[in-house]
């Protein structure tokens, strides 16, 4: 992994209009070009979220994730729009970015489970996070996707 990153996360209030243009552009680079999947990347939901960026050492944003809070999307936190992108991969930031998203979550939900909506395809990367399957498969926008709970730890 590399070092000398920037994580930081963000309330919605706090995004100035650069970084936020910056993070939704890198949204729809990975998930709309890069899985060539036309759906409507912006679901009203950031808002109400918070958001977590990361940058590598000469400020370019390499990671992003959103969590979303209990009630907005499910009954529990939720994390979501988990992406590195396509330059930063294989350097064990996806794992590093989830790690933080799941104690992120547990700093501000404590003693809640964390759901998520998976790519199907992505199912053992989240397993090996303490995620298990909650849902049959299903498709979301073209691309198969499972529901997943990690349960609260201390």
């Not at 920037?6 to 070009?33: I, K």
């Not at 936190?77 to 979550?105: F, K, M, N, T, Y």
């Amino acid at each position: 992994m590399q070092m000398n990153l920037d994580w930081r996360w963000y309330t919605w209030a706090e995004l100035d209009a650069d970084t936020l243009y910056e993070l939704l552009a890198l949204r729809v680079a990975v998930f709309v070009v890069e899985q060539k999947c036309a759906y409507q990347e912006l679901d009203g939901l950031d808002p109400q979220c918070e958001h977590l960026l990361v940058r590598d050492a000469s400020g370019t944003l390499i990671g992003y994730l959103r969590l979303l809070p209990p009630g907005l999307k499910s009954a529990q936190p939720s994390l979501g729009r988990l992406l590195i992108a396509q330059d930063a991969r294989g350097q064990g930031l996806a794992r590093a970015l989830a790690h933080e998203g799941v104690r992120g979550c547990q700093i501000r939900y404590a003693e809640q489970d964390i759901q998520i909506a998976a790519q199907q395809h992505l199912e053992a990367f989240y397993q090996s996070l303490g995620f298990t399957i909650a849902s049959t498969p299903y498709l979301d926008d073209g691309i198969w996707h499972v529901d997943m709970c990690k349960r609260w730890e201390r």
